[in-house]
């Protein structure tokens, strides 16, 4: 029965790998069945089974595959990806305040539109040069905040869900000073 165990579980502990690492592993396990078959006792084939699994994991683990692979080709310069948006069902908006190419003084800018709902939307979100900068229910509002310079206002129709925007987007630039 020993020597059945002892055959069995060698053949399952010398799977051929392709990797080196792999290779004088399962040589030196070659060995150590070798040696084990003719002075060990069965608790003995034991314990070294468990040295020889031990052994198995720690060179499998500090061993890098990835060395022999091509370096990961760099990923392409991205653009801000918008949401998918769902179809106007009957929404639309339409920047009147400010005018475009309006140039404004200060940091406040007042923001006047009109709003047409549809099916399913509820408010509009106001992005300055692509960056969230309010969220409106009423046709009328202020900016705050916004800095000196040329910017792009995008006023985009959403669902109450705040999430969900539907195709209805205008856009208008104008100029702080």
């Known amino acids: 029965m020993l020597g059945a165990l002892r055959s069995s579980n060698k053949e399952a502990w010398m799977v051929k790998l392709k ?3 792999s290779f004088r592993l399962r040589k030196i396990c070659a060995e150590i ?3 084990g078959e003719s002075t060990m006792t069965r608790h003995g084939v034991f314990a070294m089974l468990a040295l020889i699994i031990g052994l198995r994991t720690l060179a499998l683990a500090q061993h890098d595959h990835s060395m022999n692979q091509k370096p990961a080709a760099k990923p392409a310069a991205t653009k801000a990806v ?4 769902t179809p106007a069902e009957g929404a639309s908006i339409k920047i009147i305040s400010p005018a475009k190419g309006q140039v404004l003084k200060g940091d406040k800018v007042p923001l006047e539109y009109k709003l047409t709902r549809g099916k399913r939307g509820n408010h509009a979100h106001a992005y300055v040069d692509g960056e969230l900068m309010g ?4 046709e009328k509002g202020t900016l705050n905040g916004i800095k ?3 910017h792009i206002l995008e006023l985009r129709v959403v669902a109450s869900d705040h999430v969900t925007e539907v195709d209805a987007i205008d856009k208008v630039t104008f100029t702080v000073k």
């Open 19 to 21: 990797c080196p690492a």
């Open 33 to 35: 069945f070798a040696w």
């Open 82 to 85: 918008k949401p998918s948006l």
């Open 135 to 138: 969220m409106f229910e009423s």
């Open 148 to 150: 000196p310079g040329n």
